[in-house]
């Protein structure tokens, strides 16, 4: 799973998503994670929550430089922001505080190595083209939750 990350100095999840200088993108899967590209931006918001006067469209050209990204990182995001986002089959995720990236990358492979959260799972099946599979907390003798057969509806 390809997973991006907001920072200003390569160590931290400390950036806005448009206000990032470097957006850095990661291979991430249950055994380990695997640096893959930074992408810098030499325009940037000023993290101060108004639009830049320009018209420039920053938006667009981050979004189209996480094609393939899953997950993204970010420290905030505004709500146009975070639509495109979403709108590019992308998960935005905020962080609290500043993290490690490292700390970052480590939850996100001990989950997909584990029993991911729902949404995981959806982002994960979305990926490798799966349909769903019936809840694992099912038991096979839950028969009774199995569609009736046509012969046997009256």
């Known amino acids: 799973m390809k997973v991006a990350l907001a920072t200003h100095d390569m160590t931290r999840v400390d950036a806005h998503f448009n206000g990032a200088r470097t957006l850095v993108l990661y291979d991430v899967d249950p055994e380990g994670y695997r640096f893959v590209e930074a992408i810098q931006f030499a325009e940037t918001s000023a993290e101060d929550g108004r639009h830049s006067p320009d018209g420039e469209d920053r938006i667009k050209a981050k979004v189209e430089a996480l094609e393939g990204v899953a997950l993204l990182f ?80 009256a």
Do not use: C
Not at 94 to 111: G, H, Q, S, T
């Open 74 to 153: 970010v420290k905030a995001i505004g709500g146009p922001a975070a639509a495109r986002v979403v709108q590019a089959r992308i998960h935005p995720i905020k962080v609290a505080d500043d993290e490690p990236i490292v700390d970052v990358l480590e939850r996100v492979r001990r989950m997909l190595g584990g029993n991911p959260p729902p949404w995981l799972r959806k982002i994960m099946m979305a990926q490798t083209g799966d349909k769903p599979a019936r809840p694992s907390f099912l038991d096979d003798e839950d028969d009774d939750l199995a569609p009736v057969p046509e012969e046997t509806k």
